[in-house]
DNA sequence: TAGATTGTTAATCGATTAACAATC
DNA sequence: TAGATTGTTAATCGATTAACAATC
């Protein structure tokens, strides 16, 4: 797969073309134009061709894509056509939420394992995966080739679990606390911050 | 406040600024630059004060920006110096993470009504709100004059589940269902998939 | 005053959209 | 063939960054 230079912009649209042509495969469609798509999906027919171009050519002229290669094409493309083992650090409501979530529509993409300090929690089950302390962050993701961490322990103590996941080797992750993580630049941060989210929807209220 | 036409990039930076500069406050810091809040927040000092300076003067040259009055303006800016009532619509894991989650950092921006059509769940209460079934979402919603519509109902229940909230007079929506919702040109959706989240990270690994 | 830092204009950079030849 | 639709180039649009006069 031979990459230009995609911004992020591009990758950020392409977990949503994908799930739509999901969409489109369950009600057993089997091509899509760039203009159909746009029309659902609210977007530039120029600018989804374009995307997509950018990883190959993957549609044919006159006829559109088929829906199925493109699936299986940005599965590749988003490295989600493999095994993905992730960590979640915090195991309260959300993170629990998370790791049910997970469980059922991410096969290849997983938790694999859950860490976090409260003694009620340490040792319970969540689905079939046991709590474990903090402690054994290090260890467990070397052992368990665990390359994303996924951060919902409160604000305070984010920084601190970033540190230790970047130690361990994780090379991305995704952060639902609210504070602005710092890490390595070969490390990738996504915030999921819902305090954020509200409030820029608050701007547009009026 | 006048706005000349502010993009969507702006709006989302303010609450990454206001964050920490609230964070400044609890540390009892009273003056900050955009060169040092470029340095913490990883971004251009210049684009920091040109964002700030779409709503107005809200630094001293030489000085920098007085923390507290920033702090006060962005929420004007925001909106969210005034209450705003958001309605929860699924009471799974989710929906009750996000409702304690709320409750202790947003006073302002507050889940005052949560919604499942679960008959185990109708009449129970998350903190001090008591689940109510679908049926009363319309009533609700006039009644308490609610604006924000939070949707962690199933992928498929989810455009149903939009067009009732915005049947009922919703202004905002933050959509965690891993769906592309359609709704009217007045009102804003903000999409927190994870799924898409995840995936986006994936590419990003190796 | 000298040093620091804003607000803002101008320059650069990048992303989106339009247009169209290629071709199914 | 005629109509449809891609992949791609060129044009447009918008966002970021640099630079600097104003001024605390």
Redesign the interface.
């Known amino acids: 797969m031979k990459t230009p230079k995609i911004s ?1 912009a591009v ?2 649209r ?3 073309y ?3 042509l999901q ?1 489109l495969q369950d009600s057993n469609i089997r091509t899509v134009s760039s203009y159909e798509l746009g029309q ?3 977007m530039n027919p120029a600018q989804i061709r374009k995307d997509l171009a950018y990883f190959g050519e993957f549609g044919r002229k006159g006829i559109g894509y088929e829906v199925g290669y493109l699936v299986e094409k940005i599965k590749q ?4 056509d493999r095994h ?1 083992n ?1 960590a979640l650090i915090g195991a ?3 993170g ?3 790791s ?3 469980r059922f ?2 096969e290849k ?1 997983c938790i694999t394992a859950i860490f976090d300090n409260s003694v009620d929690k340490i040792g319970t089950e969540v689905g079939t995966i046991k709590i474990q302390p903090l402690d054994e962050i290090e260890r467990t993701i070397q052992d368990r080739d665990i ?2 961490g996924i951060i919902t322990v409160p604000a305070p103590e984010a920084q601190k679990v970033a540190d230790r996941l970047v130690g361990s080797g994780v ?4 952060n639902f606390a ?3 993580l ?1 890490v390595p630049s070969h490390v ?1 941060v ?1 915030n ?1 911050d ?13």
Request: glycine share 4%.
């Open positions: 992020e990758v950020r392409l977990p949503v994908l799930r739509y969409q659902k999906l609210d493309i988003l490295k989600i993905l992730c309260g409501h959300l629990i939420a998370l049910n979530y997970n529509t991410q993409l390359l994303i090379k991305g992750i995704l609210p504070v602005s710092r990738s996504r999921a819902l305090t954020t989210e509200l409030q820029t929807l608050a701007y547009y209220i009026d």
